[in-house]
């Protein structure tokens, strides 16, 4: 039976319909399912799409536990490998640290997130689940009811209306979950961190065994292994810049220049294969409910990249959200959802709290107008003790890590 032969037909409705198939969406809704949940999985992208939309790499350890406790981690453990150094390079030299030995002495695992959505789409299929590919949501309605409907435009391009008990947004920042919360009844933390990087995937393998910041004059640059043959590096670039302003010539030679390669060792080049700017930002809600409408992953929070905390909060506010559902349908029990947005803000400030120190350790602070971020003299203070002391490097650790 293929996936979309899974679908029913106009008016059906589920318990559930989860918007989006990303982390967040095909996390909770394996949960689901498995705890015999009735749910309809609605995403825009085609299934093939999914296979290759590479983003996140690094999993936190308590991302690994909550899949292993769902039988979700099969691939992650057999294709994934762990990491736990970084390496940090300025005009004043360069230092390792092993986080892994440091701090709680846990590791991450680097496991690209296209393969991790693969692995839980394959999961939640195989266990009969629902999934409707090329279907988009355009809105959300009656959340303020009991009997919520979700209004999709599917793969021939007719509208329909679906309706669950609740809604569970998991469609990312622009998904229609977000577009459809009445105005008012959520209040947005939005804040610009004012620096852009060129977010890019080479076909090369890494250039070392080390997540590398380097500190530069011209601006930062990153490197983060994804697979033996494919690693993700990061350049400063103006906000605003065109990505296609970057020919493959000119970012290898802003790479090894600013990540000193002729000092500390050559890069691997290759073809770039995805190139695309991201300006540092985080946007977060409050709360994370309205009514049967609730909110997961990069629709409930979206952080900036700068300490790879979205995929991995994506996970655990599934988990959290799947409990709660299940005590509601299943036992009358609506505790879960009640304490639902409180619990994951908790999780979510602390990351966003640290993706912003991260912004500051790599691009400085910013000057007492609140004005752009500058390397001025407190930047190379903040990656001075980092590398000298040891509790800031077990706080480090545990932060960075963790979620
Ligand atoms: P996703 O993964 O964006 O999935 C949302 C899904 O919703 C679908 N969709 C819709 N479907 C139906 N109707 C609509 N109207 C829809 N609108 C959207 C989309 O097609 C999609 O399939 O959200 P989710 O599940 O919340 O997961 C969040 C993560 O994807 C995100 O936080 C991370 O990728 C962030 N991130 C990283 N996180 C980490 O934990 N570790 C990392 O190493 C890491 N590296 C990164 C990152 C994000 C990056 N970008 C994209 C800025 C590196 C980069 C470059």
């Avoid at 705890?35 to 991302?63: K, M, P, Q, W, Y």
């Avoid at 009997?147 to 309706?163: F, I, K, M, Y």
């Avoid at 970057?246 to 790479?255: A, G, K, T």
Wanted: proline share 4%; glycine share 10%; aromatic share 6%.
């Amino acid at each position: 039976m293929t996936a979309s032969q899974r679908i029913r037909t106009v008016g059906d409705t589920a318990d559930v319909i989860i918007l989006g198939a990303g982390p967040a969406g095909l996390v909770l809704g394996n949960l689901l399912r498995t705890s015999g949940i009735d749910c309809l999985v609605v995403e825009r992208a085609e299934r093939a799409h999914l296979r290759t939309r590479a983003r996140a790499g690094f999993l936190a350890a308590n991302t690994v536990r909550i899949l292993d406790r769902h039988g979700l981690a099969e691939g992650l453990h057999r294709r994934g490998h762990e990491h736990s150094t970084c390496e940090f390079r300025t005009d004043d030299g360069r230092f390792r640290l092993d986080y892994g030995g440091l701090g709680r002495g846990e590791r991450h695992t680097v496991y690209p997130q296209q393969e991790l959505v693969t692995d839980l789409l394959t999961h939640y299929l195989d266990i009969g689940g629902r999934i409707s590919f090329g279907t988009e949501a355009v809105a959300v309605t009656g959340v303020d009811s009991s009997r919520p409907s979700v209004s999709v435009r599917g793969p021939d391009g007719r509208p329909e209306q679906w309706r669950a008990r609740y809604v569970a947004g998991c469609d990312g920042r622009h998904g229609a979950a977000r577009r459809s919360l009445p105005s008012g009844a959520v209040r947005r933390h939005h804040r610009d961190h004012g620096v852009s990087w060129l977010g890019l995937l080479a076909e090369a393998p890494p250039s070392l065994d080390a997540v590398g910041y380097a500190i530069h004059p011209r601006g930062f640059a990153g490197h983060m292994a994804r697979t033996p043959e494919v690693t993700r590096y990061y350049l400063q670039c103006e906000r605003g810049e065109s990505a296609d302003a970057w020919s493959d010539e000119r970012i290898w030679d802003e790479l090894a220049l600013r990540m000193r390669a002729a000092q500390y060792g050559e890069l691997h080049r290759g073809p770039i294969i995805q190139r695309a700017v991201v300006d540092l930002e985080s946007d977060v809600l409050e709360p994370l409910r309205h009514g049967s409408l609730l909110l997961a992953g990069d629709a409930a929070s979206l952080l900036s990249p700068s300490a790879a905390k979205g995929a991995n909060l994506a996970v655990l506010e599934a988990e959290i959200l799947a409990r709660a559902l299940v005590d509601d349908l299943a036992h009358g029990d609506a505790t879960g959802l009640e304490r639902y947005s409180e619990q994951s803000l908790a999780y979510i400030r602390r990351a966003q709290e640290f993706s912003q120190w991260m912004i500051q350790l790599l691009h400085g602070a910013p000057d007492s107008d609140g004005g752009p971020l500058l390397h001025g003299p407190l930047g190379p203070a903040r990656i001075e003790s980092l590398r000298t002391s040891r509790s800031q490097q077990d706080w480090f650790a545990e932060r960075y890590v963790g979620v």
